[in-house]
């Protein structure tokens, strides 16, 4: 169909929510149609993730990105006119010619993912519907959607905020919700009760990146503790309609001697140790999944957790699997994780994103599509999750603009769908 023909590639250079700059990228098709979408990043470059282009130098930190809009605007832009843009496997083949790299090293990840998802959200528009319904109609899914489950910040540590304990995410779930609107209303009031311990307890220190409480604790059991306080204070009870979860983010917490270094409690462990530290928090804590519990080298240490932890909680590949259907699979392989979470940055395009969770799904594993910590108020995830039928969400906290932008995003979808959506149960509840 000509409706759908790329008539022009437009680039700029916009800002995320932790004040850098990043890539929009806008496509504009023959009939007039127009899609938008932003690039988020990550606060680390993963191993085998596929690259942002920043510029180097001093200005910013070297993290401008005037090359990656210049692709946008040249090369990328003359590439892909007159191509189909309903073609989206075509129009990322495109992009993936263009670079040559595995990695989108030289046109860059930031340039390649923006670019990617306009496309999608152009065809969407020249549909006249909205993304996720575009994406469950050309699956030939109809009748009842099964919206993903929110999975949300309430603490964050690590990275996210200056290590003030390791743990990099304590998150909240609700497999005893019924709606992903009661979902939410569960998680805003464990998140506000985390607040108002913390202030009762002269504690309060911010947020962190993604709009989780930025903790003053002695330790990470403590955290865990102030969660398990909350959510008990919010009036529900831990382990039926509340969980957690955690993303350990083991990477930054393996050193040059192969160890892992649990600073915030002054240990430092080998894999079997550390297996057993989260061993012993799924016995103490309602814990149903733990997001890279191990480094994403740690194959033999992963296969052992999932061995011994995977018939109770999901193991799930973030740094390991980097968003790659070829990671996923090499994992599934070595019995190593039972879950993935997706972030389509990492893999450069819309395509390489969802042949990562197809490869998840095959391995029998849950399936989950994240935000970045550095991100935007583009809801394009939220239209990938709901379309693409994963089990999980994780946006960040409730709080900050960027965030809530997803959440509300998913209130819309669920309101649009009515008696047709359900919640996805990956838990038990």
């Not at 969660?227 to 509340?242: H, N, W």
Request: overall charge negative; glycine content about 12%; aromatic content about 4%.
């Amino acid at each position: 169909m000509t409706d759908t023909i790329i008539s022009g590639v437009i680039g700029r250079r916009v800002w995320d929510s932790r004040g850098r700059p990043t890539v929009e990228a806008e496509v504009l098709l023959a009939d007039g149609s127009r899609g938008r979408a932003i690039a988020p990043a990550g606060t680390e470059q993963g191993l085998g993730e596929a690259v942002d282009l920043r510029d180097g130098g001093t200005v910013l930190d070297g993290l401008d990105v005037r090359k990656a809009v210049g692709h946008v605007n040249g090369d990328i832009a003359l590439v892909l006119k007159g191509q189909d843009g309903a073609d989206q496997a075509l129009v990322d083949a495109r992009l993936e010619d263009l670079d040559g790299t595995a990695g989108f090293q030289r046109i860059g990840a930031n340039a390649a993912i923006a670019v990617s998802l306009a496309t999608l959200q152009a065809v969407a528009a020249s549909r006249r519907m909205p993304l996720w319904r575009l994406l469950l109609t050309e699956a030939g899914l109809t009748g009842e959607v099964e919206l993903p489950l929110p999975q949300a910040q309430i603490f964050t540590g690590g990275a996210h905020a200056g290590r003030r304990i390791d743990i990099q995410d304590i998150m909240v779930t609700c497999p005893g919700a019924d709606s992903f609107a009661q979902a939410l209303d569960w998680i805003a009031n464990v998140y506000h009760c985390a607040g108002k311990i913390m202030a009762a307890a002269g504690r309060l220190a911010g947020t962190g990146d993604q709009g989780g409480w930025w903790p003053v604790f002695d330790g990470n059991d403590e955290a865990l503790d102030a969660t398990m306080e909350a959510i008990e204070l919010a009036g529900l009870e831990p382990g039926v309609q509340v969980v957690i979860a955690l993303d350990i983010a083991a990477g930054r917490l393996r050193r040059h001697d192969g160890l892992y270094h649990l600073d915030g409690d002054g240990r430092t462990l080998d894999s079997e140790g550390m297996i057993a530290t989260l061993s012993d928090w799924v016995e103490r804590y309602p814990i149903v999944a733990i997001e890279d519990p191990l480094a994403a080298g740690d194959i033999d240490g992963l296969a052992a957790m999932t061995s011994g932890l995977g018939g109770r909680i999901r193991v799930m590949a973030d740094d390991a699997a980097q968003a790659s259907a070829v990671h996923v699979a090499r994992l599934a392989e070595d019995g190593a994780c039972n879950a993935v979470l997706v972030k389509p940055s990492r893999a450069g395009t819309v395509t390489r994103a969802r042949q990562a969770l197809e490869a998840a799904r095959i391995a029998g594993w849950a399936t989950g599509i994240g935000a970045r910590s550095s991100d935007s108020e583009d809801t394009g995830i939220v239209h990938l999750a709901v379309g693409w039928g994963v089990d999980l969400l994780e946006a960040g906290a409730f709080a900050r603009s960027e965030r809530m932008a997803k959440w509300n995003e998913g209130l819309r979808v669920e309101e649009a769908l009515g008696s047709q959506s359900r919640l996805a149960r990956p838990y038990a509840s």
